[in-house]
C-alpha cells in the first residue's frame, strides 16, 4: 500500500516555539510545509531561508493554500487566527493555553465540531515519551506532584506563569484523572521579578478524590521538571527533561509484604515531534494520544480558576 500523500501545512508565527514547528514542518514525513506566515520580517526570512520553506504574506494565502495549520502566535491572538482556519474547513494544532479567555476556548471548540476538522492544542508535555509510557499503564493516582521550576526569562511575560508552565501540569493531572472534573482549588502565589504572578503553589482536588499539588516557578535557580504519582500499591517518578521513569510496586504476600522495582521502558524521543505526528494522525481520522479542544479548555478553565483562588486570596 502507497503512503498517503503528505498534507499541507502552514506555521503561523515563528518566534521561540514556532521556529520548532517550522522545522518540523518542513522536515517530518507526513507534511508539506506551504509557507510560514510571521510579522517580523527579519525573523520570517532567516526561519524560512534555514528550513527551505516558503514566506506567506497573509493569513488569508495560508489559509487558502493549506489543508493544517500550526498556530503559535501569542495566546491574545488565537481565537482569531485558530479560527480563521477552522471557519475555512482547516484542521488546527494551536499552542497551549488554547486561548486568551474560557469563552474563547469554547468557540473555537464549537467550531471544529461544526465544521469537522480537528483541534488539537499544543501541551508538549503530554507527549513526553515518560508520560506516555506511564499514562499506557493506566494509573489510578490517589495524589500526585508536580515540579515547573525555571529560571527568569523575558519570554511570555504577557502571561502568568501558571499559563505559561503550570498549565503543562494541570493538563496531566486532568489526562490522570479523565472523566473526575477538578472540585476543589486552593493556590497562592506571588510577583517576583515582573508585574505577574511568577510563583505559584496549587492543590486540586478531583471528584474521584485525587489529590494534585503543582508548583510552578520562572524565578528559580534551577530547571526542574518532575511528576510523582502515588497508587495505592505503587509509585512512579517521572523526569521530564531525562525522560525516565523510576517505579515501585507493594506485593501484598503471604509473608511480610515487599517493595520492589518496576521497569517501565521508555523509548526517548522529541515530544514536540510526537505531537506533530498526533496531529497528522488525527487528521487523517487515525486514533492516538492527543489533546483536543475539549482536553485544552478544561485545562484553560482549571488554570483561569487557579488564578482566580491567587487574586482571592491577596483580596
Not at 504574506?57 to 493544517?68: G, I, R
Not at 509473608?255 to 497528522?280: K, M, N, S, T, Y
Not at 484553560?300 to 487574586?311: K, S
Request: glycine share 6%; net charge negative; aromatic share 6%.
Amino acid at each position: 500500500m502507497s503512503d498517503p500523500h503528505p498534507i499541507r501545512v502552514a506555521v503561523i508565527g515563528a518566534g521561540h516555539l514556532g521556529r520548532h514547528h517550522v522545522r518540523l514542518a518542513a522536515t517530518l514525513p507526513g507534511w508539506e510545509c506551504v509557507g510560514v506566515v510571521e510579522i517580523d520580517a527579519d525573523r520570517r526570512e532567516h526561519v524560512c531561508r534555514e528550513h527551505g520553506v516558503a514566506a506567506l504574506a497573509t493569513l488569508e494565502e495560508a489559509v487558502e493554500l493549506a489543508e493544517a495549520a500550526v498556530v503559535a502566535t501569542p495566546t491574545v491572538t488565537h481565537r482569531e487566527v485558530a479560527g480563521a482556519f477552522l471557519a475555512a474547513g482547516r484542521h488546527v494544532l494551536v499552542e497551549k493555553p488554547i486561548a486568551a479567555t474560557v469563552e474563547e476556548a469554547r468557540e473555537l471548540t464549537r467550531l471544529a465540531a461544526e465544521r469537522h476538522v480537528v483541534l488539537a492544542v499544543g501541551h508538549v508535555e503530554f507527549f513526553n515519551p515518560a508520560v506516555q509510557a506511564v499514562l499506557a499503564r493506566h494509573p489510578r493516582p490517589r495524589y500526585l506532584e508536580a515540579q515547573r521550576l525555571s529560571p527568569f526569562t523575558r519570554r511570555s511575560l504577557d502571561i502568568d506563569v501558571v499559563l505559561d508552565l503550570m498549565v503543562h501540569d494541570i493538563q496531566l493531572a486532568q489526562a490522570l484523572n479523565t472523566t473526575f472534573p477538578v472540585r476543589e482549588i486552593r493556590a497562592a502565589g506571588v510577583p517576583v521579578l515582573s508585574g505577574r504572578v511568577d510563583l505559584a503553589n496549587v492543590r486540586l482536588e478531583f471528584a474521584n478524590g485525587c489529590i494534585a499539588t503543582l508548583t510552578a516557578s520562572r524565578v528559580s535557580s534551577e530547571r526542574v521538571r518532575k511528576l510523582r504519582l502515588f497508587e495505592p500499591d505503587a509509585y512512579f517518578s517521572v523526569d521530564y527533561a531525562e525522560q525516565t521513569v523510576s517505579a515501585y510496586r507493594l506485593f501484598r504476600t503471604a509473608a511480610e509484604p515487599e517493595i520492589l522495582p518496576l521497569e517501565v521502558p521508555v523509548e526517548r524521543g522529541e515530544p514536540l515531534a510526537a505531537e506533530h505526528l498526533a496531529f497528522q494522525r488525527a487528521c487523517r481520522g487515525l486514533p492516538g494520544p492527543l489533546v483536543d479542544g475539549e482536553a485544552g479548555t478544561a485545562a484553560l478553565e482549571a488554570a483561569v480558576g487557579v488564578m482566580e483562588a491567587i487574586a482571592a486570596a491577596w483580596s
